[in-house]
T-cell receptor
Framework: EDQVTQSPEALRLQEGESSSLNCSYTVSGLRGLFWYRQDPGKGPEFLFTLYSAGEEKEKERLKATLTKKESFLHITAPKPEDSATYLC???????????FGRGTSLIVHP | KAGVTQTPRYLIKTRGQQVTLSCSPI?????VSWYQQTPGQGLQFLFEYFSETQRNKGNFPGRFSGRQFSNSRSEMNVSTLELGDSALYLC??????????????FGPGTRLTVL
């Protein structure tokens, strides 16, 4: 059974304090690893897609990386507006249906 | 470019009733997928429609059904509502669907409360 596990469940940071969120996956034949940001009361907002181990993508203060077993979302010098729940999802070559993790709730204090 | 829209945004129903939710995808997108999000289970896939055909279905009972129209708009129906159906129902659209590994764009969701 495909599984996606995110850690930590919750993370509190001070503004400017860099950190990383983890997404580990056990799926057969990974085809795509997706990161989303979700604000309270809203739908997830697409951030990145990673396709192969070693791939990296950046957007402002966020950088996503992928290995054969996990993905990291690095947040550099976060600001309070980065506070949100970050979701990752893995899509396999079998059904293509993405399996979502439970998310990491990030709070950045000013 | 207008985003994915969902109506209604909030809905309160009682057990045993049925409900229909609507989703309008981004213009040009042919794939619409539906998800249920709850605090306990997280985001769970319901089904995906592409060009009016259901391409994938998640592990939900037959009370959950959907359809897609020729203009790509989609509706989701839940019959005989149960308390456990209370959730945020999210719709997402993409150009080519899951098999193309396109990014999905989510709507704001419909918050369904079953009393």
């Amino acid at each position: 059974e495909d599984q996606v596990t995110q850690s930590p469940e919750a993370l509190r940071l001070q503004e400017g304090e860099s950190s990383s969120l983890n997404c580990s996956y056990t799926v057969s034949g990974l085809r795509g690893l997706f990161w989303y940001r979700q604000d309270p009361g809203k739908g997830p907002e697409f951030l990145f897609t990673l396709y192969s181990a070693g791939e990296e993508k950046e957007k402002e203060r966020l950088k996503a990386t992928l290995t054969k077993k996990e993905s990291f979302l690095h947040i550099t010098a976060p600001k309070p507006e980065d506070s949100a729940t970050y979701l990752c999802a893995a899509s396999t070559g079998g059904s293509y249906i993405p399996t979502f993790g439970r998310g990491t709730s990030l709070i950045v204090h000013p | 470019k207008a985003g994915v829209t969902q109506t209604p945004r909030y809905l309160i129903k009682t057990r045993g009733q049925q409900v229909t939710l609507s989703c309008s995808p981004i213009s040009g997108h042919r794939s619409v997928s539906w998800y249920q999000q709850t605090p306990g289970q997280g985001l769970q896939f319901l089904f995906e429609y592409f060009s009016e055909t259901q391409r994938n279905k998640g592990n939900f009972p037959g009370r959950f059904s959907g359809r897609q129209f020729s203009n790509s708009r989609s509706e989701m129906n839940v019959s005989t509502l149960e308390l456990g159906d209370s959730a945020l129902y999210l719709c997402a659209s993409s150009w080519g669907g899951f098999s193309s590994y396109n990014e999905q764009f989510f709507g704001p969701g419909t918050r369904l409360t079953v009393l």
